[in-house]
């Protein structure tokens, strides 16, 4: 349930949502969906995305069924508020990838009145929460868990399981490189790792 326009609009502050999963889980397209019904409502928005992450463009944010939305590249979570001044709506994808001053970014954004959208990682490959995605969590009014299809079993994935030997923590990846597991999978792979 998303409230788009508050009941009491006195005491309005803005709010965070937080949008997660694993890899192949739509976090990116629900991002951009959100982004679209923003624009149909003639509100201002931007979206950032970490340098880092150029696997598709560097100025577009794009999903993996290839919806894509204009966007922003900043090397770091102090480059957002400067620029989002005159703007209703801050959307952030990859946040996993940012600083732990994120958080202290949404939530001011968030005090000032603007609606922060966040897409990210909740874990990284070894089933581990990931970077400032938790406390992000946690500090969000909304929080929404979007799920892969396992590839081993059809259940629900929560898992991005690396395919590659690397164990770098950030590997930029698609499916060459990373797969979505369900519990019962992803736990299979770490006995017989």
Same mark, same amino acid.
């Given at each position: 349930?998303?409230?788009?326009?508050?009941?009491?609009?006195?005491?309005?502050?803005?709010?965070?949502?937080? *949008?997660?999963? +694993?890899?192949?889980?739509?976090?990116?397209?629900?991002?951009?969906?959100?982004?679209?019904?923003?624009?149909?409502?003639?509100?201002?928005? !931007?979206?950032? $995305?970490?340098?880092?992450?150029?696997?598709?463009?560097?100025?577009?944010?794009? +999903?993996?069924?290839?919806?894509? *939305?204009?966007?922003?590249?900043?090397?770091?979570?102090?480059?957002?508020?400067?620029?989002?001044? #005159?703007?209703?709506?801050?959307?952030?994808?990859?946040?996993?990838?940012?600083?732990?001053?994120?958080?202290?970014?949404? #939530?001011?954004?968030?005090? #000032?009145? $603007?609606?922060? *959208?966040?897409?990210?990682?909740?874990?990284?490959?070894?089933?581990?929460?990931?970077?400032?995605?938790?406390?992000?969590?946690?500090?969000?009014?909304?929080?929404?868990?979007?799920?892969? *299809?396992?590839?081993?079993?059809? #259940?629900?994935?929560?898992?991005?399981?690396?395919?590659? $030997?690397?164990?770098? !923590?950030?590997? !930029?990846?698609?499916?060459?490189?990373?797969?979505?597991?369900?519990?019962?999978?992803?736990?299979?792979?770490?006995?017989?790792?």
């Amino acid at each position: 349930m998303f409230l788009e326009n508050n009941v009491n609009h006195q005491d309005q502050l803005g709010w965070i949502e937080v *949008i997660c999963g +694993s890899m192949f889980s739509g976090k990116t397209e629900e991002l951009i969906r959100r982004l679209k019904r923003v624009s149909f409502a003639n509100q201002k928005a !931007l979206i950032f $995305k970490p340098v880092t992450d150029d696997r598709y463009s560097k100025n577009k944010v794009v +999903s993996h069924d290839s919806k894509e *939305i204009e966007s922003i590249s900043v090397h770091s979570s102090t480059e957002i508020e400067p620029l989002s001044k #005159n703007v209703d709506v801050i959307a952030i994808d990859e946040a996993q990838f940012f600083d732990d001053n994120i958080v202290s970014v949404c #939530n001011m954004l968030a005090n #000032n009145g $603007k609606r922060v *959208i966040v897409a990210g990682l909740d874990m990284d490959f070894e089933g581990k929460p990931f970077g400032p995605m938790p406390s992000l969590m946690a500090t969000a009014e909304f929080v929404t868990k979007v799920h892969a *299809i396992c590839t081993k079993t059809g #259940n629900l994935a929560n898992f991005s399981h690396r395919i590659s $030997k690397s164990k770098d !923590l950030v590997l !930029l990846g698609e499916r060459d490189e990373y797969q979505p597991l369900s519990r019962a999978a992803f736990n299979k792979y770490l006995k017989n790792d």
